[in-house]
Structures are given as C-alpha cells and as structure tokens.
C-alpha cells in the first residue's frame, strides 16, 4: 500500500486495528502464562522464601505515618538518606573504622566474602529501588557500614566505658555513658523498625 493509500484510511480503522493488536498480544500473553502457571508459582514461591525485611503497605502506614518511621538512624537501604536521620551517617564512618582497627583487618578482607553472598543480601529485601539493584558497589558499601555501626553498638552497650575498654571516647557522643542514657533509647527504638533491618547473613 502506497503512503498516498495509507493516506486515505480513516484513523479511527487505524486506532481499531492497533487496539485489536494490543488485546491479542495481551491475550497470547496470559495463555502462555496460564501454561506456565506451575514453574511461575514455584519460582514465586523461592523468591518469597528468601524474603525477610518488607516494605509496609500504605493502607497500614498511612493510619500512623510516624509510627513505622525510624526517628534517630537508618539500617538498610529502605529508610537511607532521609534528611532526618543524616546527622547518624558520619557517627556509622566512625563505627567502621573502630571496627576495622580492633579486628586488624583490612576493608578488602570483609568485602571479598560479603561479595559472594551479595545477591542473597539483595534477596532479603521484598522491594530495592533501582538505586541499589543496578549498583551492587553502593549497596554494599551500606550494609558493610550499617553493619559494623550495629555490631558497635551491640559490643560497646555492654563494655564498660568508663575504663575505656570501649576504645572511644569518654565523651563520645554515641559510644560512651553520656551516649548510652541519651542516645541509646532512640537507636533502640529505631533497631525494632519493620523497615528499617538488616539481613542477618551479614551480622
């Protein structure tokens, strides 16, 4: 048919053709689904099983938003660079390199197996935004630095700060006495967030 033809049919025949298009696609592609319905039930299946930190439902969160919200420090990537909980970012560098220094260990020797298990930690969580799905570097350079906050704060909450056994300081903000009565409350609170978790396979 020449352009001059083409011309000459009516747009609306266009229109219905191209929606006909459309619902046979559609149509072939749920059949071939509905053939496949017990492979795609059983890959479902796996994927939810690996599935153990979830992103609330709006029809629950929007009943108390504050509720379900970490108000201190963000743990994984969910609630990660909300303008609130930024001031904790520098106090997790802080953590790390306290880390590193007491297990005299390099950075390298904790990425290479963190690596090796990096989908799986990926996998946890129900939903990652294409932030951290398309930059595996990023996202575990997060869970390496959250990690190690945790883990420092879990070991000094119960080290005696006063004799320094601690190894910070006396008057650290986070990780001293002054640090346990004002700040460690709100941590806590933060650490039982739904949302706001960290895959056990890293710790």
């Known amino acids: 048919m020449s352009e001059a033809e083409l011309d000459l049919v009516p747009p609306s025949f266009v229109q219905e053709g191209a929606r006909k298009m459309g619902e046979k ?30 992103r609330l439902p709006a029809c629950v969160t929007d009943l108390n938003r504050n509720a379900y919200k970490p108000r201190a420090i963000s743990f994984g990537p969910y609630h990660y660079g909300e303008p609130n909980l930024k001031p904790m970012e520098v106090h997790k560098e802080r953590a790390l390199l306290h880390f590193l220094n007491r297990s005299e260990k390099s950075l390298e020797d904790y990425i290479g197996p963190l690596r090796e298990v990096l989908q ?3 996998d946890a969580y129900d939903i990652l935004d294409d932030k951290w799905l398309q930059n595996s570097d990023a996202f575990l350079e997060l869970m390496i630095r959250d990690g190690c906050f945790m883990i420092e704060l879990l070991r000094t909450s119960f080290a005696d700060t006063q004799t320094g056994v601690a190894r910070y300081a006396r008057n650290d903000p986070i990780f001293s006495s002054h640090g346990k009565v004002y700040m460690l409350p709100f941590i806590k609170r ?14």
């Open 120 to 122: 799986d930690l990926k």
């Open 25 to 54: 696609s559609w149509i072939i592609n749920v059949n071939d689904k509905v053939g496949h319905l017990a492979d795609i039930t059983e890959t479902e299946m796996k994927d939810w099983e690996q599935h153990s930190i979830y």
């Open 190 to 203: 933060d650490m039982l967030m739904i949302e706001n978790q960290l895959p056990m396979l890293l710790l």
